[in-house]
């Protein structure tokens, strides 16, 4: 008689994914997450064929999580790129490992920084169209201009180097956007 399976799929991927979120995805490895379900990795090797499978789930699970942090982030500004730009240094703010593995690291699973940054949500596609609607003419080079900044201030948070407040943050985002779209 075999032995009963008590260790979904789920549970390893939600576990796997607390430990990313946690520690960072390359504190992922099979001996810490069966320590974290509490488990030998014997029921990890029966759900998954290898630990890039894992991972791959880990990365998929990530990018959506800043999807719907995306959405339900409060945005109150007018001006194109501006709640982006919060929302983007928000959660670097309070999701440090994860915003390095998704926006600070070579991806490894095909996608581009713009690509990770739209997600499912199409978010610069409607910052794009929102500025392009106030008449901006070269929304792209706006956007460019826009993420350097925005990238940068993240970061920053990540390493403890920004000290900015969120309205301070809006008010030099404004500024610039204000700048870059003449």
Not at 88 to 107: G, H, P, R, V
Not at 143 to 156: P, S
């Amino acid at each position: 008689m075999s032995r009963l399976e008590t260790i979904s799929k789920d549970t390893i991927k939600e576990s796997a994914f607390s430990l990313a979120k946690e520690k960072g995805v390359s504190e992922v490895t099979a001996r810490k997450l069966a320590a974290k379900i509490g488990c030998s990795t014997q029921p990890i090797f029966r759900k998954y064929e290898n630990m890039e499978d894992l991972l791959k789930d880990v990365f998929d699970d990530s990018l959506k999580y800043f999807d719907d942090f995306y959405l339900n982030f409060e945005k109150n500004s007018p001006i194109p790129f501006v709640n982006l730009g919060l929302c983007y240094i928000s959660f670097a703010e309070k999701e440090k490992e994860l915003f390095t593995d998704l926006f600070m690291k070579k991806n490894i699973y095909g996608h581009n920084m713009y690509s990770l940054l739209n997600g499912r949500t199409g978010a610069v596609v409607s910052e794009m169209n929102k500025a392009r609607e106030e008449g901006c003419k070269n929304t792209e080079d706006v956007f460019m201009k826009m993420w350097i900044l925005i990238h940068g201030a993240a970061c920053m948070t990540v390493t403890g180097d920004y000290d900015l407040t969120q309205s301070q943050t809006r008010l030099q985002l404004e500024s610039a956007y204000k700048a870059f779209a003449r």
